[in-house]
Structures are given as structure tokens and as C-alpha cells.
């Protein structure tokens, strides 16, 4: 007769107060199950959900009572339009309107050539990465005081979806030239503002001045980040050292310490002959020189990532050192650390307010100004002001954020 | 290295007798360590040579400065007439006419199969499109995986991909290809395919130089087979003579430990 | 060459130069060195000739002249003194705020790291926003609202100064917290606490032993900890209370006792520990995440209760991962320092630049702040370096 084996009782491990895994990828459960395991898993767990939620609901409420109640917006509705563009006539503002027409017209393209090679487009994902830029605009037409700007949008949102029909139309090979369109709309949105004018960027003011540094900046120092990953990596010892010196040194140092030094100093460094660069420019290259040092660090990660082998190969074919970057190692590098240059993008963006320190006149110098205006002055308004230059910032972070995000995950299935 | 009744020795060439390869006096060390001594070796034009060897006896070290993968120290390394020297111009015609296969595939993971084939025809070559496709497909077709062409590396097996990297290979039209271990990386499944494919290859009159463990395929297609151990070419046979007969301790010892 | 066969006719050995990969390196490197050599001899002579046009100095005896301005909040300081002494003023005030807003990042950080992993909904979620909301705006724009929003706009005037608890008394003109005041050299009772941390450790090592040989558990912070109370305390008694707590007290605009903390030091460094304690949250997340789910799952394999496993298995895998992202999060702290100029607070680069605004040269004075952080940032990383190369796995 067989003897039964007890099998010794095994105590399970403690629930952990932290979870080692994603929670969205829990299954789903019915609603009293939830609210025990997410918040009253355990009776400390559950005396902090009580405390920590009465604390939160009343500062929610406070947060709710102050943006929709107690707070003056009319600050920021009567200064709606010098928050995005500053002192640029208001004439011309019409230019604005251009520009973005433009910009509505090539993304609605983009997005319907995108859509025809990919197939269905997922309408939740971009609904979802479209969030915050339509709050973003609705937030901004619920400020403004006539009916011109959202009009305006309008026709926009019409432009837009009018070239995504003509973009879904056109055969799928188009896709390869839209970069190109997209720089060439870069120029184009540029040239609305200044053709015809006498203004230049040097005259941009605004969240225009902060678009504009941010986009012009990621422009120009992303090729230089490049040239110095490469550099930096390269076998020769003296250019290796001389790039890894001016990565170094420029890491270390503040992004306001080479602003003020441009903004005093770059004067001194042009021969008496040449025209004194402007403000705006001596804040580019400022920023072109210390985001291009970092743009170079990414970049060199992604270098370091591709298997010897690779180039091994390359010469094996005789394909000359040059051919052999342009070919294989920068495409293959690039695409691994997108995510991380886009991170430095949205870094530089964040970076652009403060050109306030240096005198210029961005998004938050107005906002810091606005506040001394006679009807406003000594009210306290600066909450408003400066939550609402907040919100601006945020959301244009938040969308490449989340753009990136998406980027990424098409990125993993893409190529396997 | 003994005389006796082998014919074939490292410095005369096999195949059709007129040296296409030739390294002569050959060192190479990588700081302390001498990877190379003063080799010795003729590889003549459609011959088949197998070097096999232990680890670390310098096999891949030997091929890979035949296309200055890495730098010799010493010694003569001459392909097809040209010496492999510090001129820029040698170094690339060799790389032309030499052609490589990898023990890790090494294929362009960003390109397809086809764009991986007409890379180098296009852009050392200088060919245009409709030519390097038409080439690449024939090569595609001769390692039979034509319809993958328009797939990605990653999308493969590894045998398809080493085969791929065959085609790639023969699609620079070389006078020689050098293959470094190809079916170390494969699935026992897989090594099959490949080494039919090389066989194919060497029936067809290439020049090939295999640094391989794969036994099989040395006896039955080789025309010499070399044994080095601790950088040096310990003996060198016909397939014939080196599996029943080796003549050096070393070689006998290393036949013992892997047939 | 043994015979068997025709040799095709070889080409000669030496390659004419500009075609030898030797040379070409040599030459190269040299042309760029000789580039950048002239490129950069030309920005400095340019310079120079713009500056003498000036009439600026050109040397560093500067640094020896008075200084010409206050400082606010450093009330030892005074405007004859040279300008090298309100440099390391300034300098002193950014190595304070980055000290203590590095440890202050760290703390919240990693609490909010693992408050996003909770099982608690409502604080995953809470901790989440906060991120999300944080992270993605400007680091400059936090701390313009910290001091012009918060400090200035919400807390009320001195003559109607709240007093917290007796403890703080919270103006536009200044922030007192309690504080204490030495009564007495403090050379025997800073001697009896060592003493005391030298008992506290050696309990410490006395346990860990008994824990070693008997498998008691050890207990060693609770003992060394109360070991040093416990001394400190007798020692603080028997020497008559050499410290002494001081709580800040106001009489109509006047308020004694107590230590000042400027407004705008405090908004700088709430703004810089809640944007820094944002991404070190990231990081302290992304690196539990990180750590492969079969240490997990191992260590619940041999029995672990949670707590164990996250302080035996999970944190110290996590921590090395941590290292390095974190060590960048300390150096963009430090640098995001001189930001204080927005909001008044006076450290090394407002001095710098109202130095320079007071017609000094910039080019020195811009060197000897590039300096200053560099240093700061060498340090920093020096240690992270350190730190690093100690938590790494030994491999082979």
C-alpha cells in the first residue's frame, strides 16, 4: 500500500508593494475585484487611498476652482495674439494664417501618403497622439475675442483633410520625396512671415520666437551632432581628441552661459568689417553649439551599437569608407537612437524660453510682461500668465512626447 | 614538414598550377600575442583549400589579412598580381576582386535581400540599376533563393541569410572568395544547404579559400587541405592523404579529438 | 618560392605617396589640427582687436579691483571687497544650491519612481500625472512660477507674515525656520558625537557578526542608531545644552531667531527639485523595469517575501542601471543653477554677468564661469564614475 507524501505547504511570497511589471497588461476585471487589488489591496493600502484621495480631491477641486473661478483669463484673452507673435504688425498678421495653411496642407499629405503605404491607419493611436493638439487649439479659440481665428482653424482642418484624400490618391512612391516637401515647407512657412517685409527671425517675437529657434536649431544641429559622433569615433587621434574636447567642454557648461556669451561676446568675434549679427542669431548659434554636443553623444550611442561586422562586410565589398558611413553605419545607427534624438529635441525645445534671460521677447518674457501693463498691474496675475505659457510649452512637448512614443513602437515592427 | 610521398605542399599550387594567392614569409601579431609565423602558402587559380585548425590557431587571422580586414606585419601577401601593400589602390582592386563570407552573416539588416546583392555592383562597380538586378537575381537564383528578394535579412533563416551572403559575394564577379567559418553560426539543419551551395561553387571553378570545421565537406571537396595550429601551418595535404594518413603529431592529435 | 607554375608579373611594392594609407593618415591628421589650430587662432586674434578697439583689459588683474555691487543675502559681503571674492560668493551659493537639491531630487525622485510602480491605483496614476506634467514643461518656467506665482504672488507681506506652528514664518520679505544657535564652542560636543558614531559602529560590526554565526537578526541601524541618540543625548545633557533651538519670533517687520531662507533660494530650489525629481522618477522606474523578470521570478522561486526581494535582488540590479542616467540628472541640476538669474537669486553666474555688466571683460570673467562648472561637473561625474565601476557586475 502506498504511503501518501503530504507535500509541505508552501507559504506564497508577500504580496509586493511595488509591481515588477506593466499594469496595462493585467487582464481585465469586474469592478469591485478592481477597486480591491488596485486600491484596498491591504488595510495600510487602503487607509492611504482614503487619506491620500481626500487629498488629492480637495486639491483638484481647489486646481478646477481656481482655473474656471477665481482666476482672471483676461489678461491672456486681451493678449492673446502678443503671446504667439509678440509685436509683429498686426496688419500682417494675415502671414500667420499663410503659413499655417501651409503647414495644415503638407501634414494633411504626409499623413494621407503615410496612410496609403501603411495601409489602415489606426484611428484610436493618432485620435490619441491628436489629443493634446486639439485641446491646445480649442483652449486657444475659447480665448480669443473674435471669430476670425476660428475661422481660420477651420479652414485649416479643411486644408488638411482635403490634401489627405489628394495624398491617399497619389501611388505610393511619392512617399520617398516628402521629406524633401517637408523641408522645402519648412522654408515655405519661414518665407510667408518675411517675403515682402523687411522683417527677418531677428524680429520674431512670441511663441513664434520659440517655434522658430526650436525648429531652426533642431535643423542645423542635428547634421553638426552627426559630423562630431563621427568624429569622435573616428580613428585618427587628433580629431578624436579635438571632438571629444568640445563635447566635453560644452556638456559642461550651462546653456545660459553660452547664450549670455553669445548675446555679449559673439560681436567680439567677428572681424571689424563684417555686420554685427542679430540677436535672434546669436541665441542659434548658442543653441546649435550646445545641443549639438549632446545631438553627438546620442548619435554616438547608436554608432556603438552597430556589430563591427557591419563594416567588415562593407569593406569586404570594396565599398569605399565614406560610402560605407553614408550607407550602412549612419542609417543603421540613426534609426537606433531616434528615440533618444527626439528626447534632445524636446529638450531644446524646452530650452528656448530661456532666451527670456537674454532680453529676447519669447513666450515667457511676455508673459512676464504683460503683467506690468497699466489695466493689469499689481493684480497679481502672474499664475495666469505664467500657467498659461506653461500650457502652451507643455502641449508642443506633450505631442512630440507622444509622437515619439508612437515612433518607437513602429520602429519595433517595422523592421523585423 | 615532411617530404615523404605527399605531393602537395603549402608553397605549390593545386588547381590549374598558376598561383593566384601567394603569402609568403607572413607575421602578424596583435600586441604580444603573434598570431602568424612566417606562413607560407600558394593558392593556385580554381583551387578549393580548406584551412582547418583549433581555436586560436590563426585560420581567420590568415584570410582576413588576404583582404586587409587586418594589417599584416611581415611578409608578402600578393593577389592575382597585386601585392597587398599600404597603396590605397591595391587595397581596393584586391577588395574587388576578393570576395568574403562571414561567420555571422553580416548582411545590411536596413536593406532588403536584393539591395544587400546589388550594393556593391552598383556602387563599386558602378552599374546601373536594371544590370545590378538582373545580375543580382541570377545570383540569387544560382544559390536558389530567388524569391526572397524582396525580403528583409531578418526575415530569413540562417541559412538563407549565409546563402545571401553568397550571392552577395558572387555578385562582385571575384576571381576569389575567402570564407571564414560559414556554417559555424547555422543550425545543424541548416549547414546542408549552405555547404551544397559552396560545393556547387568549387565545381563551378572558384577559388576559394574555406576556413571551416566541416570535415565532410573537406574531404569531398578540397583539393588541399592545410593545418595550422599556434600560427603556423603544421601540414599541409591532399583530402586523400591528410584524413588517413596525417604525417604530424599535431595533426593527429587534432583529427582524433573532432572525426 | 619553391617552383610549380608561372607567378604573374607583381607590381612594385612601394606606393607612390599619395595613394600609401600611412602617409594619407599622417597628412590628414595634420591638415586638421593645422585647420582647427588656425581657425581657432583666428577667432582669439579677432578677438583681441575688437577688445583693445574696446578698450578693455585683457589680462586677469581685474579680478584683484573692488567689485562695485552688493550682493543680496550675503550680508558679509561687501562691495570693496575684489571681484575674485564675489566670484567665490557666488560660487559658494551655486555649490549650496546644487548640494541640497540634489539630495532633495534624489529623495522625491525615487519615492515617485516607486510610487508609479504601486499597486495602488490612485497613487500610480497621481504619480504618473505629476510626471507627465512636470517632465514636459520648461525647467525655467517651473521656477518662474515658484517664486512669482507662489512666493511672491501667494505668500502674504511681512506685516501680515503666517506663523506655522511657531516653527516657520512664511513673508514675501523672507522665509524663518526654527534653528539652532551654538551656545558653546561646539568643539566637546561635536568630540562626543564621534564617539558616539564610533560606538554606533562597532555595534553595528559586533551584530553583524552575532548575525553571522547565530543567524540572529542583526538589527545593526536600530542599535547603531540608538547608541548614537543615546550618547549624543547624554552628552548634550551633561554638557549643558551647547545647541540651542531658536524659534524665529516677529515684531511688527522685524523677525529674530531663527534662520532666513531667501524667497527666491527657496523658489529656485523647489523648481529645480520638482523638474529634477520629474526625470530621476523616469529613471528610477525605467530602471525596476528593467531588470529581466527572471530575477523575479527566481527570487520568488527560493521564497523571498516582497520586501526581501526588492532589497536583496530587484533595487540593487535596478541601482546599477540607475547610475549613470541619475549622475546626468545631478550635473543638469547643477547647471540648471544658473537659472537663478531669472528670479534674483545671486550665485556664480549672476555675479559673473553683472560683473560683466559693471564693464568688466567678458571673455575672462565668461572663462572662469565655464571653469567653475566644469569643475563641478568633473566632480560630479567623477564620483558617478566611482560609484559606478563599484556596483558593476564582475564579469570575466
Known sequence: ?????????????????????????????????????????????????????????????????????TANWEIVRVNLTTFMVGRFPRGELYRAWVAIGLVSAVSGLGVGVAARRRGRANRVALLRMAAPGIVFVAVLLALTSTATPALMVALSALVALGSRT?????????????????????????????????????????????????IAAITLCFPFGVLLALGRRSTFPAVRLVCVGYIELIRGVPLITLLLMGATMLGFFVPA??????????????????????????????????PPGQVEAAKAIGLSPLKTTLLIVLPQALRNVIPALVGQFISLTKDTVLVAIIGLTDVLRVARAVTSQPQFAGQGLQAETLLFTGFLLWSICFTMSRASQRLEKRLGVGMR | MTETAVPADATRAGGTGDVMISCEGVDKSFGDFQALKDINLAVGRKEVVVVCGPSGSGKSTLIRCINRLEKHDRGRIVVDGVEMSDDLRNIA????????????????????????????????????????????????????????????????????????????????????????????????????????????????????????????????????????ADGQIVEVGTPEHFFTNPQEERTKLFLSQIL | MAGGGEQTAVRQTRPPPWRDVRIIRVVAQVVFLVAVFFFLRFLFTTLMTNMRASGLPTGFAFLDQPTGFDIRGADDFRPSQPIRDALLVGYANTIRVAAIGIALATVVGVLLGIARLSTNWLVRKAAAVYVEAIRNTPVLLIIAFMYFAVVLAALPGIADAVNVFGAMILSTRGIWMVWGEATQPLGPFLAVLGVGLAVAVALGVWRTRLWDETGTPHHRVLWGAGALLLIGGVGYVALGAPIEVTLP??????????????????????????????????????????????????????????????????????????????????????????????????????????????????????????????????????IANVVNRSLALKAR
Not at chain 1, 10 to 38: I, K, Y
Request: glycine fraction near 8%; proline fraction near 6%; charged fraction near 15%.
Open chain 2, 93 to 228: 582592386e584586391i577588395r574587388r576582386e576578393v570576395g568574403m563570407v562571414f561567420q555571422q552573416f553580416n548582411l545590411f539588416p536596413h536593406l532588403t535581400v536584393l539591395e544587400n546583392v546589388t550594393l556593391g555592383p552598383r556602387q563599386v562597380r558602378r552599374w546601373n540599376k536594371k544590370k545590378a538586378n538582373e545580375l543580382a537575381m541570377q545570383m540569387l537564383e544560382r544559390v536558389r533563393i530567388p524569391e526572397q528578394a524582396p525580403k528583409y535579412p531578418a526575415q530569413l533563416s540562417g541559412g538563407q541569410q549565409q546563402r545571401v551572403a553568397i550571392a552577395r559575394a558572387l555578385a562582385m564577379q571575384p576571381k576569389a572568395i575567402l570564407f571564414d567559418e560559414p556554417t559555424s553560426a547555422l543550425d545543424p539543419e541548416m549547414i546542408k544547404e549552405v555547404l551544397d551551395t559552396m560545393q556547387e561553387l568549387a565545381e563551378s571553378g572558384m577559388t576559394m579559400i574555406c576556413v571551416t570545421h566541416e570535415m565532410g565537406f573537406a574531404r569531398q571537396v578540397a583539393h588541399r587541405v592545410v593545418f595550422m
Open chain 1, 166 to 214: 489628394v495624398g491617399m490618391r497619389l501611388p505610393p512612391r511619392v512617399g520617398r520625396y516628402m521629406p524633401i516637401l517637408y523641408v522645402a515647407t519648412v522654408f515655405g512657412a519661414y518665407a510667408a512671415f518675411s517675403a515682402g517685409s523687411p522683417m527677418t527671425y531677428n524680429n520674431f517675437q512670441g511663441l513664434l520666437l520659440n517655434v522658430f529657434l526650436a
Open chain 1, 1 to 69: 500500500m502506498a504511503e501518501t507524501v503530504e507535500t509541505p505547504q508552501v507559504e506564497p511570497a508577500e504580496e509586493s508593494p511595488v509591481l515588477t511589471e506593466d499594469p496595462l497588461t493585467q487582464p481585465a476585471a469586474t469592478p469591485g475585484e478592481w477597486l480591491r487589488a488596485n486600491l484596498f489591496s491591504t488595510w495600510y493600502n487602503a487607509l492611504f487611498t482614503v487619506v491620500f484621495g481626500a487629498f488629492l480631491g480637495y486639491a483638484f477641486f481647489r486646481l478646477l476652482l481656481f482655473v474656471f473661478v
Open chain 1, 273 to 306: 568689417g563684417m555686420t554685427r549679427p542679430g540677436q535672434v542669431t546669436r541665441a542659434l548659434v548658442a543653441f546649435v553649439l550646445f545641443a549639438g554636443a549632446y545631438v553627438a553623444e546620442d548619435v554616438r550611442g547608436g554608432l556603438q551599437s552597430i
Open chain 3, 249 to 382: 519670533t516677529r515684531e511688527g517687520r522685524l523677525v529674530t531667531g531663527g534662520i532666513e531662507l531667501q524667497p527666491t533660494y527657496g523658489a529656485l530650489l523647489a523648481g529645480l527639485v520638482i523638474y529634477t525629481a520629474s526625470h530621476i522618477a523616469e529613471i528610477v522606474r525605467g530602471s525596476i523595469l528593467a531588470v529581466p523578470k527572471g530575477q523575479t521570478e527566481a527570487a520568488q522561486a527560493i521564497a523571498l517575501s516582497g520586501f526581501q526581494r526588492m532589497r536583496y535582488v530587484i533595487l540593487p540590479q535596478a541601482a546599477r542601471i540607475a547610475v549613470p542616467p541619475v549622475a546626468s540628472q545631478y550635473l543638469n541640476l547643477t547647471k540648471n543653477s544658473s537659472l537663478a538669474i531669472f528670479v534674483g537669486y545671486v550665485e556664480l553666474t549672476r555675479v559673473t554677468f553683472t560683473a560683466i555688466g559693471n564693464a568688466n571683460p567678458a571673455p575672462q570673467l565668461v572663462a572662469i564661469l565655464a571653469l567653475g562648472y566644469l569643475t563641478l561637473s568633473l566632480f560630479i561625474s567623477a
